[in-house]
T-cell receptor, first 115, second 111 residues
Framework: DVKVTQSSRYLVKRTGEKVFLECVQDMDHENMFWYRQDPGLGLRLIYFSYDVKMKEKGDIPEGYSVSREKKERFSLILESASTNQTSMYLC??????????????FGQGTRLTVV | GQNIDQPTEMTATEGAIVQINCTYQTSGFNGLFWYQQHAGEAPTFLSYNVLDGLEEKGRFSSFLSRSKGYSYLLLKELQMKDSASYLCAVRVTGGSYIPTFGRGTSLIVHP
């Protein structure tokens, strides 16, 4: 079974703190993603990586950065946490390729509260 | 960009059939996914359609009409455990082929 593991289920951080969310996948997937999920807004893509050290901005990258130093690990960084970044954060991975089904496998999510 | 529309909430009775619709407006269509997400859990993959027609998988089926920009997820013999959010996601050609998600449909199954 594919496993995508996020380091924390729940986090509480203070405004202005630098926050690291870690994600590890064990299926040698090329693609990794960070989404945030908010009520009424659905899943919104923050950043995407298709290879080690490669990254692309998603729909809402402001206030976030990412790091992918190893294929299996994709980190999301909140440079200076703000209350509007309180949300559920979901990491996902998938194989590369476009000619067939490339379903995404999701981690359990990290519920981040910024106070 | 892509515009994906799903109903916000639906209710149904245990044992019944329910159809959850998804409409999209996009260019360069390259596949449509359905995911199920129980409260507090990760989304899990249900189905993928890239050609027109119906794909059946047990109690769940997914239909696609590319010319109409329309898909539906059909759930038969509803069970209480089917209460969840159902997410439609569309992938387009070009760029990085990353699916864009709709806002999801919350399905409540009543006894």
């Amino acid at each position: 079974d594919v496993k995508v593991t996020q380091s924390s289920r729940y986090l509480v951080k203070r405004t202005g703190e630098k926050v690291f969310l870690e994600c590890v996948q064990d299926m040698d997937h090329e693609n990794m993603f960070w989404y945030r999920q908010d009520p009424g807004l659905g899943l919104r893509l923050i950043y995407f990586s298709y290879d080690v050290k490669m990254k692309e901005k998603g729909d809402i990258p402001e206030g976030y950065s990412v790091s992918r130093e190893k294929k299996e690990r994709f980190s999301l960084i909140l440079e200076s946490a703000s209350t509007n970044q309180t949300s559920m954060y979901l990491c996902a991975s998938s194989v590369a390729g476009t000619a067939y089904n490339t379903e995404a496998f999701f981690g359990q999510g990290t519920r981040l509260t910024v106070v | 960009g892509q515009n994906i529309d799903q109903p916000t909430e639906m209710t149904a009775t245990e044992g019944a059939i329910v159809q959850i619709n998804c409409t999209y407006q996009t260019s360069g269509f390259n596949g449509l996914f359905w995911y199920q997400q129980h409260a507090g859990e990760a989304p899990t993959f249900l189905s993928y359609n890239v050609l027109d027609g119906l794909e059946e998988k047990g109690r769940f089926s997914s239909f696609l009409s590319r010319s109409k920009g329309y898909s539906y997820l059909l759930l038969k013999e509803l069970q209480m455990k089917d209460s969840a959010s159902y997410l439609c996601a569309v992938r387009v050609t070009g760029g990085s082929y990353i699916p864009t998600f709709g806002r999801g449909t919350s399905l409540i199954v009543h006894p």
